[in-house]
């Protein structure tokens, strides 16, 4: 599922940055642009973000 329109990126692909050592929106965005646009994707891929970093 595309979780950021506006950069075209899905939910795996924050999953797998995560797995690579994103550890922050900051990281996120830095890597996949994520929330550096609209800005409608940050509540999303932050609960992804935080979903993951519990299960790390
Ligand atoms: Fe992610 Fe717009 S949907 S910045």
Known sequence: ?????CHGV???KIE????????SMRDLSSEL???SQCGK???CA???LNQKL???
Do not use: F, H
Not at 1 to 5: A, G, H
Not at 16 to 23: E, F, K, P, V
């Open 1 to 5: 599922m595309y979780i950021c329109l």
């Open 10 to 12: 899905s939910d795996k």
């Open 16 to 23: 797998q940055a995560i797995d690579d050592g994103a550890r």
């Open 33 to 35: 642009k994520v929330g």
């Open 41 to 43: 994707c940050c509540n």
């Open 46 to 48: 932050k609960k992804i």
């Open 54 to 56: 519990i299960d790390i």
